[in-house]
C-alpha cells in the first residue's frame, strides 16, 4: 500500500523569502509524483508532476520540485514567495501499474506568506 | 476549454432528501472522478468511470450513487445522507493515454442537515 508523509502541517514564510514544502512517500513499486494546490474556496490545482526522466521538475508560478528515489522525496521548492502563493498544499502519488486512477494524497501543507 | 464545472456551488439537504451533484468537462477526458474532502483534510477518492464505466468504489455507503450518462457529464445522486456526509465534493477528469494528472472543477460544500 502506498502512502505520503508531509511534514509540516503549517508553513509560515515571510514575504519574498525561499519556501520548501517536504514530501515523502512509501511505495512498494515505482510511482508517479505530483504536487497540487487548493485555494481557499476552490478545486485543485496541478503545480507539477513527475512521471520519468529528469529528477528536477518546473511547474507553474515558479514552483519546481526534486524527486530522490533513495529518500522516497518529493520536496517542492520556490525560491521567493508572494502574498498569492498562500493556500493549500498537496503531495499525492499513485503507482505505475494498473492502480493509477487511485491518486493517494498526503495531508496537506498549509503555506501562510507572511507581508 | 479546460475546465471542470460542477453545479450547485453550495447544497443544503435534509437527511430524507433525494438531491443530485453534477459534474460536466468538455476536454474530450474520458476518466471521471468523484472526491469527498472534509475540513483540513485531504481529497478522499470514491468512485472512478472510465469509457464511462464505473472501474472504482472504494467501498462508498449506498447512499452515493454516481452515475456517467455520457462522456461528458458525471453526476452523484445523495439519498438518506447522514450529517457526516457534509463536505465538499469535487469532481476529476483525466485525459486517457499518457497524462496523468487530474484536473480538477471547484467542488459542490454540500451541507446535510
Known amino acids: 500500500a ?5 511534514l509540516d502541517s503549517q508553513v509560515p514564510v515571510f514575504e519574498e523569502a525561499p519556501v520548501e514544502l517536504r514530501c515523502n512517500y512509501s511505495s512498494s513499486v515505482s510511482v508517479y509524483l505530483f504536487w497540487y494546490v487548493q485555494y481557499p474556496n476552490q478545486g ?15 511547474g507553474i508560478n515558479g514552483f519546481e520540485a526534486e524527486f530522490n528515489k533513495s529518500q522516497t522525496s518529493f520536496h ?21 501499474g494498473t492502480s493509477y486512477d487511485k491518486v493517494i494524497f498526503g ?9 | 476549454d479546460t475546465e471542470v464545472t460542477q453545479t450547485p456551488k453550495h447544497l443544503v439537504m435534509g437527511m430524507t432528501n433525494k438531491k443530485s ?5 468538455h476536454m474530450g477526458h474520458r476518466a471521471m472522478y468523484w472526491y469527498k474532502q472534509k475540513a483540513k483534510k485531504p481529497p478522499e ?20 450513487s454516481p452515475e456517467c450518462p455520457n462522456s461528458s457529464l ?9 450529517p457526516e456526509d457534509s463536505a465538499l465534493y469535487l469532481c476529476a477528469s483525466r485525459k486517457q493515454g499518457g497524462s496523468y494528472e487530474q484536473y480538477f472543477g471547484p467542488g459542490t460544500r454540500l451541507t446535510v442537515t
Open chain 1, 2 to 6: 502506498q502512502s505520503v508523509t508531509q
Open chain 1, 44 to 58: 485543485l490545482q496541478l503545480l507539477l508532476k513527475y512521471l520519468s526522466g529528469s529528477t528536477l521538475v518546473k
Open chain 1, 76 to 96: 517542492l521548492r520556490k525560491p521567493s514567495v508572494h502574498i498569492s502563493d498562500t493556500a493549500e498544499y498537496f503531495c499525492a502519488v499513485s503507482d505505475r
Open chain 1, 107 to 115: 495531508p496537506g501543507t498549509s503555506l501562510s506568506v507572511i507581508p
Open chain 2, 21 to 25: 451533484l453534477k459534474c460536466e468537462q
Open chain 2, 45 to 64: 477518492l470514491m468512485f472512478v468511470y472510465s469509457y464511462e464505466k464505473l472501474s472504482i468504489n472504494e467501498s462508498v455507503p449506498s447512499r452515493f
Open chain 2, 74 to 82: 458525471l453526476n452523484l445522486h445523495l439519498h438518506a445522507l447522514q
